[in-house]
Every structure is written in C-alpha cells, then in structure tokens.
C-alpha cells in the first residue's frame, strides 16, 4: 500500500513559493483546516493498525511542521523583498530628476527691492494706465508741441484716434503723477512703477520697452535738499554706504531745475580706476504741471524722479545688454 505522508512530502517539497498569493495557496491546500491536505491525513490516524498510529503520528506532526517552516520562510523572504523592491520597470542606472525651482525675473527682484526700500521712506505705489492721452503724456508735463518726443518716430500712437486727441503708449511714467495730482489734494507722496514704450532701434543698449519708476513729491516748503535726502538714501540702499553720487544739471519739460544722477563704477581695466554711470533724472517740478493740474505752485512745491530698472539691474549684476532680460533664455534667468 503507498504511504500518503511520503507522496504529500515529495509533494510538498516540489512547491515553490515566489509570490503573496502563493503562499496563501500554499497554505490552504497544505495547512487548511477545512480542506488541507495534512490536517485531513490526521483524520485518518483512526484508520490505522494500532501497532502503525504512533509512528504515523509521530511522523506527520514532523510533515506539518516542515509545511509550516517553509511556508514562514517564504513569507520572511517575500516580505523582504517587498521592502527593498523599487519597481520592477524603474531602472537604477538612469540620472536622477533634476528640479528646477523657479524664481522672479531680475527686473522684478530690482523693481521690488527698490519699491520695498521706497515705502519705508513713506512713499505710496500708484500704477497708472500704460495706453495714455496725449495730454497727460505730453502737454501737462510742459512738452511744447514742436518737442521731438511728440514725432511718430519716437512714439508708439494708436491707430484710429482723432487727430486733435491722440492716444499712445506711454513714454515714460510721469504721466502717474499728473493723474495722482488730478484726483489728490497735496501733500503728495507716490512712486509710480510700470512698463514704457519708445520706438527706439533695438540694440545692445535700447529696447522698445523698459520699465521705470517714478517719485513724486509736492507739499509746501519742498526743496532740492530733500531730493538729494531721498535720492542718497535709495542709492545707499541699493549699492551700499560707500557709494559715491554726482549730481550733473540737465534738462526736462517737467522739471525746473533738472539734474541727472550718476555714480561712481570702480572698473579696474578703467584708465581712472573706474567711470561715472548715469542712474536717473530728477528735478523739481516745473510750476506750469502744477498749473495744468489746477495747483497753486505759489503754494505748493514739489520733486520728481523718473529711474529706469532695466540700467538698475544691470549695474547691480554687471549686465552689458540689455536684449537678454527679454530673450526668456534660461541659462541667463537660472543665475537669478
């Protein structure tokens, strides 16, 4: 007669176990207490001689136990497996995926460095219309009509417009303050910041656009003395304590007297060891645009400041072309 323990243990020991639902199947076919194949050779012990049941015990306790052993190994090694497995389709050999964190553009990190450091100096953000009248671009900012800035060449008109009326992109930002003043009594304390547009041949030096910032102060009793205050303390702010400044007269419709802001950029390849860069315009404001805005320049005094971030930006990084903060090219937008 065959012996059922030696058949279910050749049995037994041919099964692999490779996976989770292996083993389960391993378990109920072997170990079930329902329909498992040892506990039902244990149902059968009965069945035998008297003389053959202690050894057929003894022998299928020693079957069950090796069952259990096996079927426990092989969930200790799945179970380790599963902890180190990283996929079966990912391939460790591949470069790892980079990041790229973005950030703001460098014009926008100088705009609000210079916005941030003008507000603790009490001054309020206005942003005025970037399509302007002619009227608030030009004439109540003193420009006379025969003034070059008004030619087509210089300006961007808008199509369409009536002649006596014209419409245009803005050319600088000084039209903010002919709007703050328009719909403020003074005192006034606004910086006006936003885009510009001349028509202007694109080089490594002049684009179509830019951006600027605009300050402008009435009140009575303003003086040149509290420009230059503001104007030291901003450069101070943004190029350090020892930064040097020169003050040179110009001219501007829209102030009287006017002045251009310059500092000193130490260059060693330079023959004076460096040269002065011009940074901004300023002056104070001419009567006839308080008079265009209905306020008494017998009264009130003022300053206006117009800088460009664009030569800003470049001081502050050693930037020599302009072009290159509108190429959207990241290996120069990454260093920022």
């Not at 030569?311 to 290996?331: A, P, Q, S």
Request: glycine share 6%; hydrophobic share 40%.
């Amino acid at each position: 007669m065959a012996d059922p323990i030696a058949a279910l243990r050749a049995e037994l020991e041919a099964e692999t176990i490779t996976t989770d639902e292996e083993a389960e199947a391993f378990r109920i076919r072997y170990l079930g207490r329902n329909q498992g194949a040892i506990p039902d050779l244990f149902s059968q012990i009965g069945q035998q001689p008297p003389e053959e049941r202690p050894d057929f015990g003894r022998r299928l306790n020693a079957l069950k136990a090796d069952a259990q052993a096996k079927l426990d190994a092989a969930r200790e090694r799945l179970s380790a497996e599963d902890a180190t497995d990283t996929g079966t389709d990912f391939d460790l050999t591949l470069p790892g995926r980079r990041h790229h964190p973005g950030s703001l553009h460098p014009l926008t990190q100088t705009l609000n460095e210079i916005l941030h450091i003008l507000e603790r100096l009490g001054f309020a953000t206005y942003e005025g219309p970037e399509v302007e009248t002619d009227w608030h671009n030009f004439t109540a900012l003193n420009f006379p009509p025969d003034h070059p800035a008004r030619d087509m060449q210089d300006t961007f008109f808008v199509k369409d417009t009536p002649p006596d009326a014209p419409t245009l992109l803005r050319t600088h930002t000084s039209p903010g303050q002919i709007r703050v003043l328009q719909a403020t009594e003074p005192p006034v304390r606004v910086m006006v910041p936003g885009r510009v547009y001349r028509n202007e041949a694109i080089s490594y030096k002049s684009f179509c656009l830019f951006h600027q910032v605009e300050l402008l102060y009435v009140d009575t009793d303003v003086s040149m003395a509290d420009l230059k205050q503001v104007l030291y303390q901003l450069a101070q702010a943004l190029f350090g304590e020892d930064v040097r400044l020169r003050f040179r007269p110009s001219y501007f419709p829209f102030t009287e007297p006017s002045a251009e802001v310059d500092i000193w950029w130490a260059d060693p390849d330079h023959d004076d060891g460096g040269r002065w860069l011009e940074i901004l315009g300023c002056g104070m404001v001419h009567p006839n645009v308080l008079r265009a805005v209905d306020v008494d320049p017998e009264r009130y005094s003022g300053y206006a400041v117009g800088m460009g971030i664009e030569r800003m930006t470049m001081l502050k990084h050693g930037i020599d072309d302009i072009r290159v903060f509108y190429e959207n090219d990241l290996r120069f937008l990454q260093q920022f």
